[in-house]
């Protein structure tokens, strides 16, 4: 059965695919799996229909079947367990890649989306400039510490997996700003995942959303 996946009928990021629903297009497509894209509008995410869906009334969401999941990360992994390329076949490898999911989402994440809320929302904010500086202050040391177990390596425990993907798409939400620039090896491993041909097919799939045309509802990666 081909899944079904929710994304912003208007995209929100001026067509930057910054929304987690992107993610889920990658994994999709790094797994060579057909799926559809059912796109909601801002009130249609808040009705009770999608709620059903997404308690918190976001995207994306996944339907396979009888099985409905939210959050991006859940998802992804889900994806990953059920198609070769995300995951190593090797046990402990495999624990590595997951724990590097978990590192992206649960600490690399935080600061930095609390950074982009805070640039949205509050930048006009009298106290704005005098916050801004510890915002970026936690960013930088999440950056740094990346970016010294990163080293010279091209992907974060051998191989290209899951944790890659999340943690690309993460550091993503820094673009426009400087602050990547600030650590060059970071800045290449997220070129070296944008340049992947699943995340073009995936990021293309968004661009066609953004500019208004028809996007197709159902996406074959092969």
């Known amino acids: 059965m081909i899944p079904t ?12 695919g910054l929304a987690r629903d992107m993610r889920v297009r990658w994994a999709l497509e790094e797994a060579g799996q057909t799926y559809a894209v059912r796109l909601v509008s801002f009130k ?7 709620r059903a869906l997404h308690p918190f009334g976001q995207i994306p969401t996944y339907e396979e079947g009888d099985l409905a999941l939210f959050e991006s990360g859940a998802i992804v992994l889900h994806i990953a367990e059920g198609h070769p390329g995300l995951l190593p076949d090797d046990a402990n490898a495999r624990a590595r890649a997951i724990t590097w ?3 992206a989402l649960n600490t690399v994440e935080p600061p930095i989306l609390d950074r982009g809320i805070a640039m949205m929302l509050e930048h006009d904010k009298a106290w704005f400039q005098e916050r801004l500086p510890l915002l970026e202050g936690r960013v930088r040391v999440r950056l740094g510490e990346l970016s010294r177990r990163l080293g010279a390596a091209d992907w974060l425990d051998d191989a ?9 798409t993460v550091l993503r939400r820094l673009s426009g700003s400087t602050l990547l620039d600030e650590y060059p090896n970071l800045a290449a491993y997220v070129a070296r995942g944008e ?3 699943a995340y073009q097919r995936a990021f293309a799939d968004h661009l066609s959303v953004f500019r208004g045309s028809q996007p197709p509802r159902e996406t074959n990666s092969t």
């Open 5 to 16: 996946i929710t994304a912003f009928e208007q995209s929100p990021d001026r067509g930057r």
């Open 44 to 50: 249609e995410m808040k009705e009770p229909a999608h």
């Open 101 to 103: 999911m978990f590192a």
């Open 160 to 168: 290209f997996s899951a944790g890659d993907l999340l943690m690309v």
């Open 195 to 197: 340049a992947r041909p």
